[in-house]
């Protein structure tokens, strides 16, 4: 089975994400807006529920954090992906480190971005015509992340939560 770990932002934000999502992003169905704590690997059931423990524990000893965006960014020339930039916070780059910890034997293909993808999969001139009209756009939205989440893919390539983990004491 496939599984990733990723914080759901807030309603709001999911539904400004939404509002370009809908349009520029083929995933749109698959799986809420998030950030990407740790990207989609194979495990088993009986993993996942070693991964949960080991999950829970890195959250009990995560105090909640503010999650601040500002500006719509791009990966480009990397690839053609567009996203609503996440500001790197001390809390956020430690939490992200200590779930890649768990997985010391798959290294991530890229350094961590924290972000909320918005657009992907877009051709060229797609992706310069979206980004040229996007880039300029003004966010400034910040919210409390209390928890992250645990999720597997389902046959049909949706993705759904497996477990919920609260930060800090519980």
Do not use: C
């Amino acid at each position: 089975m496939k599984f990733g770990v990723v914080i759901f932002p807030s309603k709001k934000l999911q539904d400004l994400v939404n509002s370009y999502r809908k349009r520029y992003d083929p995933h749109y169905a698959l799986i809420p807006p998030h950030l990407t704590l740790k990207n989609a690997f194979e495990a088993t059931e009986e993993d996942a529920k070693d991964l949960a423990d080991k999950l829970r524990q890195i959250a009990r000893n995560t105090n909640p954090f503010s999650l601040k965006t500002s500006k719509i960014s791009s990966f480009q020339p990397v690839n053609n992906v567009i996203y609503f930039k996440v500001d790197k916070t001390e809390e956020l780059v430690a939490l992200h480190s200590e779930v890649n910890q768990e997985f010391s034997e798959q290294n991530p293909d890229y350094a961590f971005v924290p972000h909320i993808t918005i657009g992907q999969k877009l051709s060229n001139d797609e992706h310069s015509d979206v980004f040229g009209s996007l880039s300029m756009t003004k966010l400034d939205h910040e919210e409390t992340i209390d928890r992250f989440h645990l999720l597997y893919q389902l046959e049909n390539g949706s993705w759904t939560v497996y477990e919920t983990f609260r930060l800090g004491k519980e």
